[in-house]
């Protein structure tokens, strides 16, 4: 590991422990050589989601300290978003009841692509609830997962939200 990259990984671990970002969670870091530059990627969420201050205000931090190594470097810093990776165990857990996509190195059930609602860890599995009723999906089959977000479902929420919202106003 070169010296820059040990000085990003010191950061990053520094400041997922900082009281001054509350929640955070580093969903993942990425390092890649492109020639002489070395291209650093952050992915971070918490609770209520990672606005466009928050990343600003973890580049900066970070530029500021791999700024003094005077190396090359690019430096990328992005919030998991509405489809965020599923990428630890407990991100299953935590997601439940949410919709996933998963991708398996295996084929389960003749697919290797699953869609459906979360339902927890179980036996080291994955509990996805599909149209075809419980897919238990091996974590170590696991290539790739993230939430599926789902536009009609939430304009649905939020018409429904207005709604309330008139029949509750008084001076309507």
């Avoid at 209520?48 to 190594?69: K, P, V």
């Avoid at 509405?82 to 949410?98: H, I, K, S």
């Avoid at 919709?99 to 339902?119: E, F, N, P, Y």
């Amino acid at each position: 590991m070169s010296e820059l990259q040990q000085i990003f990984e010191r950061e990053v671990d520094a400041i997922a422990c900082d009281a001054a970002y509350p929640g955070l969670e580093i969903v993942a870091r990425r390092t890649r050589n492109i020639g002489r530059t070395t291209a650093f990627g952050l992915t971070v969420d918490r609770p209520g989601g990672a606005d466009l201050q928050l990343c600003e205000r973890i580049a900066a931090r970070i530029n500021a300290t791999l700024d003094g190594s005077g190396l090359p470097y690019t430096l990328e810093v992005e919030s998991a978003g509405l489809e965020r990776p599923l990428v630890r165990p407990g991100d299953y857990t935590r997601f439940a009841g949410e919709r996933a996509r998963i991708v398996t190195s295996l084929t389960v059930r003749g697919s290797k692509t699953h869609r459906g609602t979360l339902r927890g860890v179980r036996a080291g599995n994955v509990i996805l609830e599909t149209a075809g009723g419980a897919l238990p999906l091996p974590i170590e089959t696991i290539k790739s997962a993230h939430l599926e977000y789902d536009a009609r479902a939430d304009l649905q929420r939020n018409k429904q939200q207005r709604k309330k919202f008139v029949e509750e106003d008084p001076c309507r």
